[in-house]
């Protein structure tokens, strides 16, 4: 039997742990509400944050919701778990002299110190500034031009080696491979000498023994991943200025170093950033987005051989899900945040197939991630964007619904978007605790056959809001418009008839004016429209606007009829378009209730 799928959510005044859809409905509330920070166990087990009288860090066991321990450090700034949640790392301030040992690493079952060093600052940028072997067995910590390492087996014993290498920058350990663990250490660019990221095994530091090197200009700081597998790394560089002046954004490029020596850059065909990249947990493939807008897509195996390349469109996120079998493509930020669904098909198959099975439009999204068990995808506004945003929509799970779109499902979030959510994750759960299927029978992704079969549908999901009727048995969702397909004007709202497109007015008014009377055409089809504004108000507007958008358009166009009663109670004579502006409040009023109710 798998266990339940829960939601950690921390608003303004609660920690709660949902319940999944086994257990709908069912909540766990968690202690200490208001606490500075949280951090969550890589394993789902534990959640950790100060304590209220702040003497010490609370160990809150998630299976019951109660405190399994407190570690006495006085007044954490910031923690993190080990991979198996054996220890905790905490920092706190150091004590005046420069002597105290203030990073500390905690064994969680006994609540003593087993190794402590002094830190000067947090920069919470490079926190945690100690990286964990997935087993828990090795930690290591970039300290002064050198990585020193420390085993869990022998804490008594001080070091288990160390690494010198001028002007590291950074670490990170390798997952176990069958060649041992690995390092990847990464020096940056500095007075014209080109920036680099070398590979070492653990049990062979010295520093001419590198296994793979990539050196690369355009690199004042890196990210560095490996796949699950310890077999090959991916080094994003990133540097803040552009030489060749293309970008205001700076640079940002893709490149890879393999176990077996080899080692390159990621090749793309497109100019521009590498919006992101993100390995497949089977550790056989990785995706990398990239290039100017509309950005692409390419799926490549672990030797950077281009598997599958993916049509362009808005789009700078990866997401894979925990069995790998599953992935999305998204585009977030200031974009207006589509989601792809795709199925790799059987990871365990020699060439899987590669097909889109499901897409949805979820604005504003701050965090998305895929639940422990592949089949639901939660999304959340999270604080501080603003208070309207996170009222539209705070947070929704989907699932996967007939005809390749996706809905919102058991989560029931009124209480929560009055209030600004701080968090909302998934419980972290083994994937081995999960039965590998792939998508559920029937489940079919339908494309439009055409531009007016997408028009004339309902997107159950637009704005990221759904509306009632969303619920309805038997409702159906509009067809899905892939990337490649014409969308109409640029610029103009979804659903705009052509002749109300931005350039059309413009056009005939160039072609009546050519004719002659062009002025009393204008005026002739000007003014049935400001006489129909108290209907045209009264109606509901067209498309699937964002309705936190329409309500600002709607209050926006209140604020304006204050402003001219005000007038008005001054004695200024109003014009006609004045008055047919305040016959339109009512009409209004009953709008922004209507939009108010939907979103309590």
Partial sequence: MPPPIQIIVNDK???????????????????NP????????????????????GDGLQVVDLSTGQVATTIP??????????????????????????????????????????????????????????QWSADDGLLARNVNNTVHFHSSQSWDTGMA????????????????????????????????????????NTSNLDESASVARKSFFNATDVKLTWNSLGTTCLAMTKCDTDSQNK????????????LAGDSGSVPVDKEGLVHDYAWSPTGKEFIVVYGEMPAKAMLLDANCKILHTFSEGPINTVKWSPKGRFFCLGGFGNLPGDIEFWTRGDPQDKKPTVSQIGHTRVSNTTHCEFSPDDRFFLTCTLSPLPHIHQAARACSVWREKKEGLLEATWVSWQEHLQRALRLATWRPLPPSAFEDRPPSPGRKFAAAKSAGAASAGRVASAGGKLKPEDFAAGAKPAPFRPRHMAQGVPGAAPGMPPEERPGSA??????????????????????????????????????????????????????QIEQIKEKQAAGAALEQTQLDKLATEQALLEQIKALEALQV
């Fill in 13 to 31: 005044d609660t920690w709660r742990l949902l319940g999944g859809p086994s257990a709908a409905g069912v909540e766990t509330p968690l202690p």
């Fill in 34 to 53: 208001n606490a500075a920070f949280s951090v969550i166990s890589p394993d789902g087990r534990f959640l950790g944050c100060p304590s209220p009288d």
């Fill in 73 to 130: 450090c006085p007044k954490p700034l910031i923690a993190d778990f080990s991979p198996l949640g054996n220890y905790v790392v905490t920092l706190r301030r150091p004590l005046p002299g420069g002597s105290d040992k203030n990073l500390e690493v905690w064994d969680i079952a006994t609540g003593t110190v087993k190794h402590a060093v002094y830190q000067k600052t947090l920069d919470k940028e490079e926190w945690p500034t100690i």
């Fill in 161 to 200: 080696g160390q690494l010198r290498i001028p002007g590291v920058a950074g670490a990170r350990l390798s997952p176990p491979s069958k060649d041992g663990t690995h390092v990847a250490v990464f020096v940056p660019e500095n007075k014209g000498k080109p920036g680099s990221v070398q590979v070492f």
């Fill in 247 to 258: 970008n205001y954004m700076g640079t940002a490029a893709l490149h890879f170093l393999t």
């Fill in 506 to 559: 413009a056009k005939k008014k160039r072609n009546r004016g050519k004719g002659g009377g062009g002025g009393a055409a204008e005026a002739s089809s000007e003014g049935p429209t400001a006489a129909a504004a108290p209907a045209a108000a009264a109606a509901p507007d067209a498309g699937d606007e964002d309705p936190a958008k329409k309500l600002r358009n709607l209050q926006k166009k209140m604020r």
